[in-house]
């Protein structure tokens, strides 16, 4: 019985001895995933600080902050001293900041609600620490930081060039995303993006900014009419003006053309009649015939007259009672 009650005893002894160094090795390790950081604190001091990669610039920070602290690089088991060291986690990954819509106002006083966000990382857990200690403080800070910054840089610009102008106001989410992070540098913490998701007006500002948008379109319609009117008279005028000087020479061209073509008439006309002068006589009485005598045409002609040699066979020496040779019939 008493061997029985001994060997009970001993079991007993030997899992509590078990379950006693269980818990102390579960706290002699803590494990450092792939997407956090961490600093192991002993009696209210940071001791170390574990990281999965550390920069030159990190460790350039570390080596003017560190008050002997240790700095490590790289996930997986690590060791701390049970049931003294206080493991604080933080993640190392990038952190969405989403908040609610809020009022700001341009240069031109207008009021505008911007649904913005940004993307947050800390860079330095030591400095982190010092400066907040937690995330909900930290996130309070950058909250603020953010939306005063933002409030500075939107007092600059006026209402419609930040809602119509896209490279202007992509060039103002930079330079906000650049100066929050100079801000907050020293609190180890680093802003990669600031982005505006939506605007919105204040229904009384709406017909405000519309009436201003439409002078505006107005007053660039009225540019480019008058540029183009400008243009279009400028045009016209040099048109007109080819015209006249295509137009005065073609006339020259042709004063110039017409007047050979006359000489050369006049030649040929010349050298006709001084070959064969009855034959042009000839010519000539039928040309007129053509032209004056038509179909039921009444005609007065004295007998003596040239006009009747041909068309009625009497010459004018037979007209004046002379004895001439009658004409040949044809």
């Not at 030997?14 to 160094?21: E, F, R």
Request: include cysteine; proline fraction near 4%.
């Amino acid at each position: 019985m008493m061997k029985e009650k001994s060997n009970a005893r001993a079991w007993i002894i030997t899992v509590a001895a078990a379950l006693v160094l269980l818990i102390v090795a579960s706290n002699c390790f803590f494990t450092l995933g792939e997407d956090e950081s961490a600093l192991v604190q002993r009696f209210g001091r940071i001791q170390a600080v574990y990281m999965r990669e550390v920069s030159d610039t990190l460790r350039a920070q570390f080596a003017e902050d560190a008050e002997g602290q240790s700095l490590h690089a790289g996930t997986g088991l690590k060791f701390k001293v049970p049931f003294i060291d206080n493991v604080i986690k933080y993640p190392d990954k990038f952190i969405m900041y989403d908040p609610p819509p809020r009022e700001v106002i341009t240069s031109d006083k207008r009021k505008l609600y911007f649904d913005n966000s940004a993307q947050w990382c800390i860079s330095n857990p030591l400095r982190f620490y010092k400066a907040y200690n937690n995330m909900d403080s930290a996130k309070r800070r950058i909250d603020d930081v953010l939306y005063s910054r933002m409030n500075e840089q939107v007092g600059k610009i006026i209402s419609h060039d930040l809602i119509t102008n896209r490279e202007l106001s992509g060039n103002l989410l930079l330079e906000l995303a650049g100066a929050v992070s100079a801000d907050f540098v020293r609190q180890g913490i680093v802003v990669i993006d600031v982005r505006i998701k939506r605007t919105d007006l204040p229904a009384e500002n709406y017909e405000s900014i519309y009436n201003n948008m439409n002078t505006e379109r107005q007053r660039i319609a009225m540019q480019h009419r008058s540029e183009g009117e400008e243009e279009s008279l400028k045009i016209r005028s040099n048109t007109d003006r080819e015209v006249i000087t295509i137009t005065s020479q073609a006339l020259r061209d042709a004063e110039v053309i017409r007047g050979d073509g006359d000489g050369e008439a006049a030649r040929v006309y010349n050298e006709a009649y001084g070959s064969d002068p009855a034959f042009f006589e000839f010519y000539n009485l039928l040309e007129t015939y053509r032209l004056t005598v038509g179909d039921g045409s009444t005609m007065v002609i004295p007998l003596d007259s040239p006009f009747a040699k041909y068309l009625l066979g009497v010459t004018p020496e037979a007209a004046a009672g002379v004895d001439v040779p009658a004409l040949p019939e044809e």
